[in-house]
């Protein structure tokens, strides 16, 4: 049952533009939604989160926007650096209880 | 700080072994939390540990279990080995907060089942 999807399993992008990364959920008591990056060899890192209870999140280049009425949420890189190249996670959780992971999304960013 | 341990960082097993992996949580958390990593799955949760007590469980076997001691590290046993068990096994761990709370995860553990 995957609560959390990125149906995109990868994305390229041009450095300097940007980069932006879709992630759709079905439970709609889902009140904590997070993003990670993951490079090769090594555990996702964390990148920004987003409660509920507000629409937008911003943490320098990443900017993070929530949908609660198309129970969506993307991520936007801008502008994008080669260094971004990864793997992104979007995660949801429902208060305490476990986090839901997507299958994540491969970015590459072209110099 | 020091980060998430996790040893073995790689294992190669048989089918039908059992297999034991080992996750030192970040001072301070309380909370650790397995998953499951495979191609194209994402991360799949397997359960969560908060003082010494399973608080939440996936949808995995009974083959896949764990623990926590009181200095809050964990281990994850999987019993009977089977071929699909290959993957990367990654511990997080977070510090108890209202609210919804980020986890810090470890470099993972590579096990590969021949």
């Known amino acids: 049952d995957q609560q959390v999807k990125q149906n995109s399993p990868s994305l390229s992008v041009q450095e300097g533009r940007i980069s932006i990364l879709n992630c759709d959920y079905t439970?709609?008591?889902?009140?904590?939604f997070l993003w990670y990056k993951k490079y090769p060899a090594e555990g996702p890192t964390f990148l920004i989160s987003?409660?509920?209870?507000?629409d937008k999140n911003e943490d320098g280049r990443f900017t993070v926007f929530l949908n609660k009425s198309a129970k969506h949420l993307s991520l936007h890189i801008v502008p994008s650096q080669p260094g971004d190249s990864a793997v992104y996670f979007c995660?949801?959780?429902?208060?305490?209880?476990?986090?839901?992971f997507g299958a994540g999304t491969r970015l590459t960013v072209k110099p | 700080k020091a980060g998430v341990t996790q040893t073995p960082r790689y294992l190669i097993k048989t089918r039908g072994q059992q297999v034991t992996l080992s996750c030192s949580p970040i001072?301070?958390?309380?909370?650790v939390s397995w998953y499951q990593q495979t191609p194209g799955q994402g991360l799949q949760f397997l359960f969560e540990?908060?003082?010494?007590?399973?608080?939440n469980k996936g949808n995995f076997p009974g083959r896949f279990s764990g623990r926590q001691f009181s200095n809050s590290r964990s281990e994850m046993n999987v019993s009977t080995l089977e071929l699909g068990d290959s993957a990367l096994y990654l511990c997080?761990?977070?510090?108890?907060?209202?609210?919804?709370?980020?986890?810090?995860f470890g470099p993972g553990t590579r096990l590969t089942v021949l």
């Open positions: 987003i409660s509920s209870i507000k």
């Open positions: 439970n709609s008591m889902f009140d904590y």
């Open positions: 997080a761990s977070s510090f108890f907060r209202e609210g919804g709370n980020e986890q810090f």
């Open positions: 540990y908060f003082s010494e007590t399973q608080r």
């Open positions: 001072s301070g958390h309380r909370s």
């Open positions: 995660a949801a959780s429902e208060g305490n209880n476990d986090m839901r």
